[in-house]
């Protein structure tokens, strides 16, 4: 039976759930915002749906808050993109930021090339079953160094709503703090291309981001807070249009992350409109909740940033993505955070951003 909102606000820290998507190494962003919301006192993060890196923050958060708390949680945080850093491999021979910026999209002249076009196609055409055929993947190991997944089953101070895409069913799958392993994180952050798809329980699983990036509807139907942040990692604004081929693919692959999201934003705007007119008020028993939401986007802050970046490991790249999340949170905490619990900050009727 689908639980009601809270009917009072409770007299400590406002509750807040947070809704993270995916998006590669972009994820470090988000560690910015969390490592700011968590300086605030008065704000206690009760519930997480997230997708890919956002689920990597997800269990980063509530291993750091089980283990000592807010402190704990900014620590855990830390220390997992530092491991990432390493597993990447890119530190081998110190901080080449400046090299990754000419090669990896910091430049779009690379790009253009007949060389790197070539490179790209036969990239495509061939599957990870070939290129990897062990399946290799750092972050596994990453995670399972980090994570006790056995103390986060036993006893998150979180509620973890984590999406995965099944394969052969076509339907979004989210996973429960009371079953998630590395293997559900995995499957979460699983992109086709790049990896062999995850089974769990006979199921295959892709990336949770290409039906829900992050899922929104769990926090409807489960006793979670009233408000949503939702932190995005794919701009959903571009002034230009895309023109050269690695333009076009990284507006396609934005476009293609933020679908799930808007469709889901749409429906809780036309619900909630129903709500305040009163449409819904004989007939929904306890079925719909009047929710607020919030929103830190990456319009803006990551805007200056290309697909490629994405999997750019460098630790000068992680940290500078960390203070644009921290600044954007604090610009959010400034000029949205007495909306907690009072109203939304994001108009749904006007679209979104």
């Given at each position: 039976?689908?639980?009601?909102?809270?009917?009072?606000?409770?007299?400590?820290?406002?509750?807040?759930?947070?809704?993270?998507?995916?998006?590669?190494?972009?994820?470090?962003?988000?560690?910015?915002?969390?490592?700011?919301?968590?300086?605030?006192?008065?704000?206690?993060?009760?519930?997480?749906?997230?997708?890919?890196?956002?689920?990597?923050?997800?269990?980063?958060?509530?291993q750091?808050?089980?283990?000592?708390?807010?402190?704990?949680?900014?620590e855990?945080?830390?220390?997992f993109?530092?491991?990432?850093?390493?597993a990447?491999?890119?530190?081998?021979?110190?901080?080449?930021?400046?090299?990754?910026?000419?090669?990896?999209?910091?430049?779009?002249?690379?790009?253009?090339?007949?060389?790197?076009?070539?490179?790209?196609?036969?990239?495509?055409?061939?599957s990870?079953?070939?290129f990897?055929?062990?399946?290799?993947?750092?972050?596994?190991?990453?995670?399972?160094?980090?994570?006790?997944?056995?103390?986060?089953?036993?006893?998150?101070?979180?509620?973890?709503?984590?999406?995965?895409?099944?394969?052969?069913?076509?339907k979004?799958?989210?996973?429960?703090?009371?079953?998630?392993?590395?293997?559900?994180?995995?499957?979460s952050?699983?992109?086709?291309?790049?990896?062999?798809?995850?089974?769990?329980?006979?199921?295959?699983?892709?990336d949770?981001?290409?039906?829900?990036?992050?899922?929104l509807?769990?926090?409807f139907?489960?006793?979670?807070?009233?408000?949503?942040?939702?932190?995005?990692?794919n701009?959903?604004?571009?002034?230009?249009?895309?023109?050269?081929?690695?333009?076009?693919?990284?507006?396609?692959?934005?476009?293609?992350?933020?679908?799930?999201?808007?469709?889901?934003?749409?429906?809780?705007?036309?619900?909630?409109?129903?709500?305040?007119?009163?449409l819904?008020?004989?007939?929904?028993?306890?079925?719909?909740?009047?929710?607020?939401?919030?929103?830190?986007?990456?319009?803006?802050?990551?805007?200056?940033?290309?697909?490629?970046?994405k999997?750019?490991?460098?630790?000068?790249?992680?940290?500078?993505?960390?203070?644009?999340?921290?600044?954007?949170?604090?610009?959010?905490?400034?000029?949205?955070?007495?909306?907690?619990?009072?109203?939304?900050?994001?108009d749904?009727?006007?679209?979104f951003?």
């Amino acid at each position: 039976m689908p639980i009601g909102p809270f009917k009072t606000k409770p007299a400590g820290p406002r509750p807040l759930s947070l809704a993270l998507q995916g998006g590669g190494s972009h994820g470090a962003f988000e560690w910015g915002v969390l490592d700011r919301l968590l300086e605030e006192d008065d704000i206690e993060i009760k519930a997480v749906t997230a997708a890919s890196a956002g689920a990597m923050n997800a269990v980063c958060l509530a291993q750091g808050l089980l283990d000592n708390g807010r402190d704990g949680a900014r620590e855990r945080l830390e220390l997992f993109w530092k491991a990432v850093n390493t597993a990447g491999g890119r530190n081998v021979f110190g901080d080449t930021s400046i090299w990754t910026s000419a090669f990896s999209g910091g430049s779009d002249w690379l790009k253009s090339l007949p060389g790197w076009r070539m490179a790209e196609t036969l990239a495509m055409s061939m599957s990870p079953y070939e290129f990897n055929p062990f399946n290799l993947n750092p972050l596994h190991d990453v995670l399972e160094d980090q994570i006790n997944f056995q103390a986060l089953r036993e006893g998150s101070p979180v509620k973890l709503y984590i999406a995965a895409t099944a394969v052969r069913l076509s339907k979004s799958k989210v996973f429960r703090e009371t079953e998630v392993t590395s293997k559900h994180i995995m499957a979460s952050a699983c992109l086709p291309h790049l990896f062999h798809a995850v089974e769990i329980d006979g199921e295959p699983y892709w990336d949770g981001g290409f039906l829900a990036n992050p899922p929104l509807w769990p926090l409807f139907y489960d006793d979670t807070p009233d408000d949503i942040l939702i932190v995005t990692l794919n701009p959903f604004v571009r002034d230009e249009t895309p023109r050269s081929p690695g333009e076009i693919m990284d507006r396609l692959n934005e476009i293609t992350f933020n679908a799930s999201l808007a469709s889901e934003l749409r429906a809780i705007g036309f619900v909630q409109k129903l709500l305040d007119e009163g449409l819904l008020k004989d007939t929904a028993k306890g079925r719909y909740r009047k929710m607020l939401v919030h929103a830190i986007t990456a319009d803006g802050p990551l805007s200056d940033l290309s697909l490629s970046t994405k999997f750019n490991t460098e630790w000068s790249f992680l940290l500078d993505l960390k203070e644009r999340g921290r600044t954007a949170a604090q610009t959010w905490l400034a000029d949205c955070g007495t909306s907690i619990g009072i109203k939304s900050s994001v108009d749904l009727k006007t679209g979104f951003p």
